[in-house]
């Protein structure tokens, strides 16, 4: 047996911040919206590669300090303009030989990575 894919992520989002999860990943970060079900309780969003599903819950655990997740990107500085455009603190503070990287805190409050291999470099696609 061996795994195939990574099918999905599950986050807990409190319930009063749906629609700002949904401008946040699908407006600014480029994520589909795949599905929506029972509105303002889950959003089912990312690409053909896995997704992300963020559930209603007004308690859940903490994640600890450096749990994130990380999307790569086609277009980095497009990605980089329209979040700080929204307002959001952007933090380049730990460069990735080979990639353009930065972390952003969604409105939920989970980190997000977002990073694009640089051209002729070895991690490239």
């Known amino acids: 047996m061996t795994v195939q894919r990574l ?12 629609d ?7 407006e600014l970060i480029g994520l589909t919206v795949h599905q929506e079900t029972a509105p303002g309780h889950r959003l089912r969003i990312g690409t053909e ?8 819950a ?5 994640l600890g300090p450096d749990a994130h997740i990380a999307l790569e990107v086609d277009d980095f500085r497009s990605v980089r303009q329209r979040l700080t455009g929204a307002g ?6 730990r460069p990735l030989p080979g990639y353009l990287r930065l972390y952003v805190v969604d409105p939920a409050g989970h980190r997000i990575e ?4 640089l051209p002729g470099s070895e991690l490239s696609p």
């Open 58 to 62: 007004d308690t859940s655990p903490p």
């Open 20 to 26: 700002a999860q949904r401008q946040f990943y699908g």
């Open 114 to 117: 977002i990073l694009q291999a």
């Open 88 to 93: 959001f603190a952007i933090d380049e503070e």
């Open 49 to 56: 590669g896995g997704r992300i599903d963020l559930v209603a």
């Open 7 to 18: 099918h999905h992520v599950q986050l807990s989002v409190p319930s009063v911040l749906i």
